[in-house]
């Protein structure tokens, strides 16, 4: 049974985010597009900190340009052994909240990381092809450094960092020691049956949208079962060893188990842990139980 808490949140994050169908595609892009008209550009972009305790006194921040913004936090007065490469979700047109940088510098902070976390281009204006070599690139050169990386990320972003683990495989380059996956959206072509029925049981994410979304990002419909945007369709073979964490009450479920049955006949070392009735993103849900469960899990995996 899930906590109180977990279902008070399942209630307040939707209404709080304005969760809704969409409209229609036209009037969802113009006001995307007019959102992130109101959003700082370049480098000089704002990291989100405020849901951080102390940042400025535990946290040097540095931005570097692999074509975007890429935020590199050092933890100030505490031993680094490696880093962990973050990449956010958001459906791939939001950019970084503050919770993903709470998320991040805590798991941060337990095994010892530095945080490097990209601010990549969002749709409708960008699309996949706008990012992902730079983010393979620069991810192999962490993966490459002094006691390696952990890639992870949440939504969207666990998908990116999927597909960009393939990239690097296949390019030869160096790998993540690790992979975290938080409600990945790895099949952004919605072709799995059970898709439609937890689009009725998930308060947050709607079919309409995440439809979408999905075409802005991969540029056309027609590129929707490509790796670089469905991870899930791809080669699973002789990646890093993988934890994903994903609830029922969530519309990407079904493309998580779709993952975790493909990993299973590729021979990938891929533990999937399923919560019932849990929603998307649950395990950076701030003071659930369920969460902080979920944590432990990550941490323990990575030791």
């Not at 952990?150 to 160096?174: E, H, I, N, W």
């Not at 073979?237 to 029922?248: E, F, H, K, Q, S």
């Not at 009735?277 to 139980?289: A, E, S, T």
Request: proline share 8%.
């Amino acid at each position: 049974m899930p906590s109180r808490r977990h279902d008070l949140l399942a209630r307040l994050v939707p209404a709080v985010r304005r969760s809704r169908e969409l409209d229609d595609e036209p009037t969802e892009r113009a006001r995307v597009e007019a959102w992130h008209a109101t959003l700082d550009q370049g480098l000089d972009r704002t990291l989100p900190t405020r849901a951080v305790p102390r940042f400025a006194k535990r946290w040097e921040a540095t931005v570097t340009d692999i074509g975007f913004p890429c935020h590199v936090l050092t933890p100030r007065g505490r031993p680094v052994t490696r880093t962990l490469y973050y990449v956010h979700g958001g459906g791939y047109m939001a950019p970084i909240d503050p919770f993903h940088v709470r998320y991040a510098t805590r798991l941060a902070d337990a095994i010892e990381a530095r945080v490097v976390m990209p601010d990549y281009p969002l749709a409708p204006e960008h699309t996949w092809k706008d990012s992902h070599d730079a983010l393979v690139d620069d991810a192999a050169r962490w993966a490459g450094s002094e006691g390696g990386a952990v890639l992870a990320g949440d939504s969207a972003g666990g998908g990116l960092a999927l597909s960009m683990a393939l990239s690097m495989r296949d390019r030869g380059l160096s790998q993540a020691s690790s992979l975290v996956m938080h409600a990945p959206w790895v099949d952004l072509t919605t072709s799995t049956p059970e898709t439609f029925a937890a689009d009725a049981i998930d308060p947050w994410l709607f079919i309409g949208k995440v439809q979408a979304y999905a075409a802005w990002w991969a540029g056309s419909a027609d590129g929707l079962d490509r790796p670089e945007v469905s991870p899930a369709l791809g080669d699973l073979t002789g990646l890093p060893r993988a934890l994903v964490l994903y609830g029922t009450r969530d519309l990407l479920a079904p493309g998580c188990r779709l993952l975790a049955r493909r990993a299973a006949e590729a021979g990938w070392d891929l533990t999937a842990i399923e919560e019932p009735d849990l929603i998307h993103v649950y395990g950076l849900l701030p003071f659930v139980p369920e969460s902080a469960r979920a944590f432990r899990q990550v941490t323990e995996f990575l030791r």
